[in-house]
């Protein structure tokens, strides 16, 4: 009996081991490729490829999808517009195979060939096989080693890392992302992506015959048009432009990052094209960067030499020195006729001239010309000497001061947008009569107008002021008995009031201009950093008045827009707690957002509680305090204060400590006010830090001041072990804060 067991154990082993032998990463003719079987790459075993069918849908794919991600994600498909009919369960018989002329064709169940990618020229000296490598990529290639095809030179809609997308001449591949039409079909939809390889090289994505986004040229280190990318960890970024190849790829520095920059056309939430990371500890993919983002996104929104900024308001304005084609049209914001020179340059006396636009998001290129060897000086000769030069700029930021390159435009300048403080500069020429800002005046109506129209307005800011000044003083002289209020010395700072909110209480926060900010930082230098937040970089300071601050920048990826920003001011603003970080002031800087906080002179718990000989430093009384502390801070955020408060992250490394040692709960940027009966409330975007996270939040985005107190407990389950709770969650099993604890803390510690 037992000896029969055994063989029949023996038997299951053999199946078992047959079964994973046949994980293999190639085909070769007479060997093809099942409906019912896989292919996994080789090496790390990334990539699986095999026969799919998209949910709602009734055909089958040959498609690519990432091994370890546990939720599939097609990133690429052979024979998107070509499908063996019906689903993949009933076509086990189909098949994926290579020729004996390297030709790779999908054939359904009765062989009948439905999809073919015959291989290149040259290519097809027998022996052929088709492998799929580690990177994802499906290379056919004969006995001598040519490739024949590969699946790289055909990208679907998602450029992963390693995949090009652009030209290369060698080849003839012409490497575009194309939307899938829906998400239950493949085949390829009116959202295109394209390289477009004339003038200085831009990625266009077009929808239909209509162009929605530019990428802007490579600047060196970026797209112009994506100012931030130069800011993203962990990636590689690379853009060919030889005379063999124009590609744009990445790469990710570590193979356990998995991002992916895909094309869809349903994606109404973020933009057309978005790139996702996938987040381990949450399972689930995350969406990094999208495009178009905003308004100023949209190609030539303010017609010819119009100038978008979304932070101004209209958002579209003429270059300087010119005005208008269309006054009427321009007053009811139809842009499209854009702008015209208010005075004829002058080419032939010499007398043009030149004035520089920061921050720009330079024009069109398509019929721009480039040379990468000139600089800047060289660049300016030139395009002063040729007549139908309007504008240049830099074209390669990455090379030497003085040989970065020359873009010259004629013509028109189109779809040029402005960024509040990434950007490249712009030159445009101007007749000497529009260089001189205080031109002669006698133009025409429009310009008297213009000018009646900003007096009035002056004289209104001035009366304000007037009025605001006064206000402040008489509420200063109320308030002080003698003494000076603490900004009076802050020089170039407004106030920020609550005029117009609901509450109507006047409130005297601080406004900082960026220099005083930069000053205070020592222009946010290195030295002074302090660390790293969710949202951005803090850095050290210390105001005029010898008052050191912590100054924190809202990176560019924050979605907040500037009233958000405001009313989250204001919300920190009227929080007063002992346990609470004090808000001194903030800077809204165009798009740059700045938080000026009291100094914490012990930095945060994590820093603390999780070094070997720091935390000897926090014996039991104090960690009693800290945790105390942390507990009336969270009863004033959800009980005490004026407004119902859900923190929504909080975690060790956003409780501060002071000299004392007094915790303060900080970092309320994914804070959110509970309206009066609400007890819980539903998100679609889940924020905060997994681990910390309360499980109906982390998967149903529901959250509410339990939500809170399960970080809090997390918090305390921290402090009393000192050990980090690393943010992974089993979805399967344990979902409540005990087992939760127990099989991600406890059991790190008593294993
Ligand atoms: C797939 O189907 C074929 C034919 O129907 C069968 O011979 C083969 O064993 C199946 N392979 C797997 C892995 O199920
Ligand atoms: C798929 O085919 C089945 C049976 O032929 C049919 O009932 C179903 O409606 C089809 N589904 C789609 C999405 O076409
Ligand atoms: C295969 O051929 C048979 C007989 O001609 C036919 O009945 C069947 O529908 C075909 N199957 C497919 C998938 O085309
Ligand atoms: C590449 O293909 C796109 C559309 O498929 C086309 O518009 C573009 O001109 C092609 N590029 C080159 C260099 O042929
Ligand atoms: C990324 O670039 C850096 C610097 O050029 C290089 O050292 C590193 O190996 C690159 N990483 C990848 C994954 O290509
Ligand atoms: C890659 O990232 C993982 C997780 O963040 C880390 O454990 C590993 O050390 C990293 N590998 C390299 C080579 O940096
Ligand atoms: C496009 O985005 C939508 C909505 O986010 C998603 O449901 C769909 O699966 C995506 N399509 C593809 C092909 O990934
Ligand atoms: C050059 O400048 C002079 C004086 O400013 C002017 O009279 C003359 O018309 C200009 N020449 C041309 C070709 O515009
Ligand atoms: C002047 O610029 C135009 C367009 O930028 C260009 O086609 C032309 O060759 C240039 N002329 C000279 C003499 O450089
Ligand atoms: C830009 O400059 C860098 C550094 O000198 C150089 O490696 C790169 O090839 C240049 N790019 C172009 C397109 O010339």
Redesign the pocket.
Known sequence: MASHQLRLFQLLLLLLLSSASQARDIISPGQPLRGNDTLVSAGAGSYVLGFFTPPGSNNTYVGLWYAKVPVRTVVWVANRADPVPGPVERNARATLSVSADCTLSVADANSTVVWSAPPAPGAGAGKCTARLLDSGNLVVSDASGHVAWQGFDHPTDTLIPGMRVGMDFGTGANMTLTAWTSPSDPSPGPVVAVMDTTGDPEVFIWNGAEKVWRSGP?D?LQFTGVPDTATYMGFNFS?I?SPKEVSYSFQVANSSIVSRLALNSTGAAGGLLQRWTWVWAAGAWNMYWYAPKDQCDAVNQCGPNGVCDPNSLPVCECLRGFAPRSPEAWALRDNRAGCARATPLDCANGTDGFVLMAHAKVPDTTAAVVD?RAGLAECAQRCQRNCSCTAYAN??L???PG?R?CVMWSGALEDLRVFPNFGQDLYVRLAAADLDATSKSDKKAHVIIAVAVSICALAAIIALAGFFWWRRKRARARQSVGAPSKWSGVLHSRTLTSEGTSHGADLDLPIYDLETIAEATQGFSTDNKLGEGGYGPVYKGKLEDGQEIAVKTLSQASTQGPDEFKNEVMLIAKLQHRNLVRLIGCCICGQEKILIYEYMANKSLDFFLFDKSKSMLLDWQTRYRIIEGIARGLLYLHQDSRYRIVHRDLKTSNILLDKDMTPKISDFGMARIFGGDDSEINTLRVVGTYGYMAPEYAMDGVFSVKSDVFSFGVIVLEIITGIRNRGVYSYSSHLNLLAHTCSSSMSRHYL
């Open positions: 490579w060196g853009f432009n990468y074209a390669n990455s090379g030497a040989h390159g």
